[in-house]
């Protein structure tokens, strides 16, 4: 059987479909921020600066994101598991080489091409779900269970990598990748069936890709350096310039395109649109929040980098559960998808909110309770937030809208971890010098003196922790009623397929 086909037909093999998909994309994201940890014994071994280091991560970022939508048009147009191959094979190829770099310029390259393929997965895996699933309510539960692993692998990075460090070198959380992208690729090969949009592509847009991909890694960059930069300096002017300039091109090429990269008439879909927007604010607080969370545990409470890993056990374990459990629970239930969104966006942002009342005091579970209800209410939520995009375009092009997710949800976090960096050295500084006009020291001796100009700073910074949360606690409670801009099914005489329903109520 042709996914292509009109059918609707479940396949019997669709859940070993999804397991597949899933390791793709957990070892694509996973790999994305186990890096991170690495980052201190890499600089030692090659005897580098820490920012000619941070291009490891910040070359791996822009290439993600730049052909995040390459790959989804060209999977619409040459074949979905053809695409996902491909990428498996390059991505494990590129694991080998990354985990036998040299240099930095060597591990640079290869992480390159590590991002590169490894960017082909989310389009790609998402199209492949949409047309496995038929049914609204197991695709659903599907994309719920298979959003779930995107966003839990960002937590098991410092799970998964400390150990591996530790024990065995940073080298090994390259090699890890191999036996692990051998399995899924063996599995794709034999579980995913190939599927083509059926709507024939006779030109590849490649000016508009060249244009969205400047705009996109210029916009990448001054989000992830930014800080180090100065949001003002020259470079950061010359980013901003890069963005509108090459951003406008784009978007003028490809209204006049007759096969664009991104179609803009899915923007004139009010449920694409608060999908997209509850996404990308839904993954700007979370990956803030997720950033923030190891450095307070290791400047207040003591931490090393293994033990503040641990404190996001509980979120990645619940995200996962929530989504398959209570995501299935409620879908039988037939409850609007729109409800559901509305109260998971809005129960997290209750959980930030708890966030805020964090200070040096507090225990690991005064962390892991809130991080555990926010994973909770993400995670239920996960389905309905994907299935509204899939559901929202023609069928054809799922997988231009599915990178168009990919890129909302990865830049809503590049944005988040900017942002909240800057604003919890703003918060500090500020906080600190008003505390200082407003305080009277009693010392009598430089050391006391300096033991009160210490509680004073040690009061500012953790403040600006409890601001921060309380910043992302409104940023989601507003996301939750992005939901308003997602209409109802419409009623009509016409007669719909299983699949014209599907997409109806899911939407």
């Given at each position: 059987?042709?996914?292509?086909?009109?059918?609707?037909?479940?396949?019997?093999?669709?859940?070993?479909?999804?397991?597949?998909?899933?390791?793709?994309?957990?070892?694509?994201?996973?790999?994305?921020?186990?890096?991170?940890?690495?980052?201190?014994?890499?600089?030692?071994?090659?005897?580098?600066?820490?920012?000619?280091?941070?291009?490891?991560a910040t070359g791996y970022i822009i290439a993600n994101a730049v052909f995040?939508?390459?790959?989804?048009?060209?999977?619409?147009?040459?074949?979905?598991?053809?695409?996902?191959?491909?990428?498996?094979?390059?991505?494990?190829?590129?694991?080998?080489?990354?985990?036998?770099?040299?240099?930095?310029?060597?591990?640079?390259?290869?992480?390159?091409?590590?991002?590169?393929?490894?960017?082909?997965?989310?389009?790609?895996?998402?199209?492949?779900?949409?047309?496995?699933?038929?049914?609204?309510?197991?695709?659903?539960?599907?994309?719920?269970?298979?959003?779930?692993?995107?966003?839990?692998?960002?937590?098991?990075?410092?799970?998964?990598?400390?150990?591996?460090?530790?024990?065995?070198?940073?080298?090994?959380?390259?090699?890890?990748?191999?036996?692990?992208?051998?399995?899924?690729?063996?599995?794709?090969?034999?579980?995913?069936?190939?599927?083509?949009?059926?709507?024939?592509?006779?030109?590849?847009?490649?000016?508009?890709?060249?244009?969205?991909?400047?705009?996109?890694?210029?916009?990448?960059?001054?989000?992830?350096?930014?800080?180090?930069?100065?949001?003002?300096?020259?470079?950061?002017?010359l980013s901003y310039a890069t963005i509108i300039i090459f951003g406008t091109?784009?978007?003028?090429?490809?209204?006049?395109?007759?096969?664009?990269?991104?179609?803009?008439?899915?923007?004139?879909?009010?449920?694409?649109?608060?999908?997209?927007?509850?996404?990308?604010?839904?993954?700007?607080?979370?990956?803030?929040?997720?950033?923030?969370?190891?450095?307070?545990?290791?400047?207040?409470?003591?931490?090393?980098?293994?033990?503040?890993?641990?404190?996001?056990?509980?979120?990645?374990?619940?995200?996962?559960?929530?989504?398959?459990?209570?995501?299935?629970?409620?879908?039988?239930?037939?409850?609007?998808?729109?409800?559901?969104?509305?109260?998971?966006?809005?129960?997290?942002?209750?959980?930030?909110?708890?966030?805020?009342?964090?200070?040096?005091?507090?225990?690991?579970?005064?962390?892991?309770?809130?991080?555990?209800?926010?994973?909770?209410?993400?995670?239920?939520?996960?389905?309905?937030?994907?299935?509204?995009?899939?559901?929202?375009?023609?069928?054809?092009?799922?997988?231009?809208?599915?990178?168009?997710?990919?890129?909302?949800?990865?830049?809503?976090?590049?944005?988040?971890?900017?942002?909240?960096?800057?604003?919890?050295?703003?918060?500090?500084?500020?906080?600190?010098?008003?505390?200082?006009?407003?305080?009277?020291?009693?010392?009598?001796?430089?050391?006391?003196?300096?033991?009160?100009?210490?509680?004073?700073?040690?009061?500012?910074?953790?403040?600006?922790?409890?601001?921060?949360?309380?910043?992302?606690?409104?940023?989601?409670?507003?996301?939750?009623?992005?939901?308003?801009?997602?209409?109802?099914?419409?009623?009509?005489?016409?007669?719909?397929?299983?699949?014209?329903?599907?997409?109806?109520?899911?939407?």
């Amino acid at each position: 059987m042709n996914q292509t086909a009109s059918t609707t037909a479940p396949d019997p093999l669709r859940w070993m479909v999804l397991l597949t998909v899933i390791i793709g994309t957990f070892l694509g994201r996973l790999d994305q921020t186990i890096v991170n940890l690495a980052i201190p014994k890499i600089i030692n071994d090659y005897g580098i600066t820490v920012t000619a280091a941070s291009w490891i991560a910040t070359g791996y970022i822009i290439a993600n994101a730049v052909f995040v939508p390459i790959w989804g048009k060209l999977g619409d147009t040459i074949g979905r598991k053809k695409v996902y191959i491909i990428g498996f094979v390059v991505f494990i190829i590129g694991s080998l080489l990354s985990g036998i770099a040299w240099n930095l310029s060597s591990m640079v390259v290869f992480r390159i091409i590590q991002a590169i393929a490894g960017s082909a997965d989310y389009p790609t895996a998402m199209a492949i779900i949409a047309v496995t699933f038929r049914d609204a309510k197991s695709r659903s539960q599907a994309l719920g269970i298979w959003s779930s692993a995107f966003a839990s692998s960002a937590v098991f990075g410092p799970l998964i990598g400390g150990p591996l460090i530790d024990n065995f070198g940073w080298r090994s959380i390259f090699y890890i990748n191999v036996p692990i992208g051998l399995i899924g690729l063996f599995m794709a090969l034999a579980y995913v069936r190939e599927s083509v949009s059926e709507k024939p592509t006779f030109k590849f847009d490649w000016t508009g890709a060249t244009t969205l991909g400047i705009a996109l890694a210029s916009l990448v960059l001054i989000l992830d350096r930014g800080s180090d930069w100065g949001w003002t300096s020259g470079a950061a002017l010359l980013s901003y310039a890069t963005i509108i300039i090459f951003g406008t091109l784009f978007y003028y090429i490809e209204r006049w395109h007759d096969e664009p990269v991104v179609d803009f008439h899915f923007f004139k879909n009010g449920t694409f649109n608060g999908a997209l927007l509850n996404n990308f604010l839904l993954f700007m607080a979370m990956m803030g929040s997720v950033y923030a969370v190891p450095l307070f545990a290791q400047t207040f409470l003591g931490m090393d980098a293994t033990q503040s890993g641990l404190l996001f056990i509980p979120m990645g374990l619940c995200i996962p559960l929530s989504a398959a459990v209570i995501g299935r629970y409620l879908s039988s239930k037939n409850l609007s998808p729109r409800g559901i969104i509305f109260w998971s966006t809005a129960g997290g942002a209750a959980a930030f909110y708890l966030l805020s009342f964090i200070d040096p005091r507090s225990s690991p579970f005064a962390l892991w309770g809130p991080l555990a209800l926010m994973a909770i209410f993400m995670g239920f939520g996960m389905g309905p937030r994907t299935n509204a995009i899939a559901a929202a375009v023609p069928h054809e092009e799922i997988g231009v809208a599915s990178s168009v997710l990919a890129l909302a949800r990865n830049i809503g976090g590049a944005f988040g971890i900017a942002i909240f960096a800057t604003l919890l050295n703003t918060f500090s500084q500020n906080n600190a010098l008003a505390m200082a006009k407003n305080s009277i020291i009693n010392a009598v001796t430089p050391a006391e003196h300096a033991t009160a100009v210490a509680l004073i700073e040690l009061k500012a910074q953790v403040s600006a922790y409890g601001e921060i949360y309380l910043i992302s606690a409104v940023l989601v409670f507003l996301a939750s009623f992005s939901v308003f801009l997602m209409k109802k099914p419409e009623k009509s005489d016409h007669v719909m397929t299983e699949e014209e329903a599907a997409m109806a109520e899911a939407g």
